[in-house]
């Protein structure tokens, strides 16, 4: 049985701005606008993740183009928890790479992606999402 305390939350912030042009740009992508309010998307992510888990168990995997940027935005977040990619190879190898950074602190670890750049509204709903998503892993290790 995983121990629930090992859970990892990943933000996977290293979008190249190219989608949600005009707004978005190299050096200002969607997860670095402030498209509702005041905060940035990713911070809005990482809002919705520290009312579940130490800043400690967030990471973050970005371009490191955008490392001083994000490192501002989002403060709380240890420094040892960003993984700044030299430059993007798209999802599957983000998430690989995170993985073998969370496996070297806890190799029973569960791991949570995020994408930095999407609107979820109703944070209870995500919070009864991600503790639903807890119990399952408990019962039975899954991807």
Do not use: C
């Not at 973050?60 to 501002?72: E, R």
């Not at 420094?79 to 599957?92: L, M, Q, R, V």
């Not at 993985?99 to 806890?106: E, G, T």
């Amino acid at each position: 049985m995983k121990n629930m305390n090992s859970m990892y939350h990943v933000i996977l912030a290293g979008g190249s701005g190219s989608r949600f042009w005009p707004k978005s740009r190299k050096d200002t992508p969607k997860q670095l606008l402030k498209i509702l309010g005041d905060d940035s998307m990713i911070r809005l992510t990482y809002s919705r993740l520290e009312k579940i888990s130490h800043a400690d168990h967030i990471l973050v995997v970005a371009s490191k183009n955008l490392s001083k940027q994000i490192l501002k935005d989002i403060p709380e977040i240890p420094e040892e928890n960003y993984i700044f990619e030299p430059s993007g190879k798209n999802t599957a190898p983000a998430i690989g790479l995170a993985a073998l950074h969370i496996i070297k602190r806890d190799s029973d670890a569960v791991m949570g992606v995020y994408p930095a750049d999407h609107l979820i509204v109703g944070d209870s709903k995500f919070q009864k999402i991600i503790s639903n998503a807890r119990k399952v892993v408990e019962k039975k290790s899954a991807l």
